[in-house]
């Protein structure tokens, strides 16, 4: 429907006829009396039967507490007695408080004592054995119905009084928008404790509608598709995260496409959110994102018809609802021109009464921000920053203290998470800015797509490049595997954790440091490198490693392997190790050990790598263990130095048993392997084991037994659902012979970092198949990437002593890499800890 509004005022008011809330719902239920008003979990009620419970309820529930609107705190649960609980308390007139499934019980206590409540759960409220008053007190529509406590994201939680005229608005909106009405299947997969939550429960039931009520934090994501085509729904209703998370698990399916209203609301959404989403809805479904605030109720509607397009940007909040005006004031306290930006100031009869104020007269947020104009129209100053584009459309633009200037210039932290969430390996982001006395710097925390390749944070900044100037890049980019996110689903700011320091910037030295430097900048992506700063920690792995000691080789004609940016880890280190070697006869430690962390006076820990993996890759691991103990690594022979790889486990396991040897003569000996790297540990640990020495325990890192290994090995008990040993086609005859060419001279040729790398891949793989695992029955323990296709109780089977066997998140190689890294070197930790 098209509709006509202007910059300050959006959708055209309307008249709110209803004083009460128990007055409509009244009204609804007489009209309506057979109609199903909530499905929930398999259980059903009708609105006459809904209307009976709650007023009944609500009767008792006065005689019990007295004539002192004394508010009511409820423990919400994902179940149709809650739904009835929360009609029961908004027909009786008290207010209203939520005490959410997932908050900790120090917040509840906290709520109860600062809002005065008396706590009920919902059997508790149905059981109420007072006898219940003849009639209902009045209500005036400035009566609180709700006393909502916010998620306390940006400090802590306020109380905001949200009248009866603020719901009754947010109903008759709602219909009016965007036609919510008898016959609509209202499908509400948010808890009934968040305010978006609230509003569907009473758009829905204020309007005749069926509520459809599922919690996707109690039931699993995974339940959500079902929930949605078995019920039949027509309107679908959640946050953007929730969201993005139905869409994966209805990806390929025609789950969405019955729908024909979907909307979001509680944080900003991206262009690339509605593209995916319009995917799998039907041709005639819309989608639009709410926006609006606790204090406020509704602010805008963003409405997208199907025909719409979407910009490839966070969205506008939209055309300003009906029966509010939003006017930009500048810092002079006048009205900013069309496409200035400006704080928002709402003014409207439906606001919330103010804030709460507790029985010690503490105010529970600034109640200065509520105030009349001069014409006496009540207004709520937001404290958010907006504009509006020439067709009307608001644009929030952050807090007043969320922009910031980088290198002079201003910088929207929403502009950068748009940029990284266009980024195919990255799931979702947040951009904070950190702010010194002297300078401001931005941060990216990104959670990563579990569905691919694990990114570095070289990689992301340098796609970023592809899309944003320099200044706009983040100086930090925190890599999770997901946003931390409060009982709400709102990002949690405080919890996000800080960015490692980085040494304050040490220009480097004119000559061989400066060259560096920039080579350096330009392949990790960053604008500056200084003396002090560690390839690695600015986000260097081991692909990014190998471009650079080949360029660094290329240019100086010196030797270097990855043990030299182990050894020599700092710009100020290698540039000094450079200029040693320059001119000398180049000498290569060793192309098989590579000392990750060499320093420390514990025990060391040997680490295996795959097969066609650097030791390197072993380094962000390596570096989250004990530092009391130093990491070597072990990679394959000629991998990185000319010279004829091992052709079977035995030979790999004797070369490894030498090098590690010359580091520790004698044991107890402890071991980590990666992939073919743990089947050779055990290799090596059974030698070390009939020559007499101790090894305390091999931890294996996603060593995939059911693959190439399993040929001719033991007995695996597989299912239907187990892959194959070998997958996929087989090759031609012209590759297969292409394929044996290049691996009989695979170390001897040397080729480009990830060709070479794959050639070793696939050496390994023939390895695999040419060997017999046998079971090692020393200690053992298995930490398995979620793609892992093993079953568990494989291990047992090859390794008698296992004890554990645990899933870390990310892929085969992406449990190395952060974020996961830090829960696989946990799970390490644990396993070293228990033998030592």
Known sequence: MTRTFTATRGYPPFAVPWTSIRERFEAVADALPDDVAVVCRGERITYAQLRDRALAGARALTAELGDTRRPVALDTSCSLACVVAVVTVLVSGHPLVLLDSQLPEERRADILTRSGARRYRPDDLAATTAAPTPTLPAVDPTDTAV??????????????????????????????????????????????????????????????????????????????????????????????????????????????????????????????????????????????????????????????????????????????????????????????????????????????????????????????????????????????????????????????DDAVKVRGYLVEPADVESALRKLTSVDDAVVVAHRTETAAALTGYVAVSPDGRAPSAADLRRELRDTLPDWMIPAHIVLLPVLPRNERGKVDRAALPAPSPRPAHVPPAVGTETTLAELWAEILGVDRVGRDDDFTALGGDSLQTQQMLTRVGAQTDVALSSATLANFPTLRQFAAHLDEAAGATPVDRTSVLVPLRPGGSGEPVFAFAGAGSTALALLPLARELDPHRPVHGLQAHGLERRGVPDWTIGAAARRYLREIRRVQPHGPYTFVGHSLGGVIAMAVARLLEADGETVRAVVCLDTILGGPLSVGGPDLPRTLATPPAVAGPPPSRSDLWRTRFRLLTAGVVQRPAQEQWDLFHELGRRVSLLHRLKPWHGRVAVVMAEDNPDEPSWWPVVAPNVVSVERVSGDHVGMLRAPHVTRTAALVRAALEHTA
Request: proline share 6%; glycine share 12%.
């Open 147 to 400: 006393l909502l406590f916010t998620s306390g994201s940006t400090g802590r939680p306020k109380a905001v009084r949200q009248g009866q005229r603020l719901w009754l608005n947010q109903a008759a909106d709602f219909h009016t928008t965007l036609g919510i009405g008898a016959g609509d299947r209202v499908g509400m997969a948010l808890p009934i404790s968040f305010g978006g939550g609230m509003d569907v429960v009473v758009f829905t039931l204020l309007n005749g509608a069926t509520l459809h009520f599922l919690d996707p934090r109690e039931v699993g994501i995974e339940e959500v598709p079902q929930w949605i085509s078995g019920e039949a729904l027509t309107t679908l209703h959640a946050t953007p995260s929730l969201l993005r998370a139905v869409v994966k698990v209805c990806a390929d399916t025609p789950t969405l496409s019955g729908l024909r209203l979907v909307t979001t609301c509680g944080e900003a959404v991206h262009g690339d959110d509605v593209t995916r989403l319009r995917a799998l809805l039907g041709p005639e479904s819309t989608y639009c994102n709410l926006s609006g605030s606790s204090e406020t109720g509704n602010l805008a509607f963003n409405e997208f018809p199907a025909q719409r397009p979407v910009p490839d940007r966070v969205l506008p909040v939209g055309v300003v609802a009906a029966n509010k005006v939003v006017r930009l004031i500048g810092p002079d306290g006048r009205p900013v021109p069309i496409g200035q930006v400006g704080e928002i100031v709402v003014e409207s009869d439906y606001l919330a009464e103010g804030y709460h104020v507790t029985r010690d007269g503490e105010a529970t947020a600034d109640v200065t921000k509520f105030g009349r104009t001069r014409e006496g129209v009540r207004f709520f100053r937001m404290g958010d920053l907006g504009r509006f584009d020439e067709f009307g459309h608001l644009h929030l633009v952050g807090r007043g």
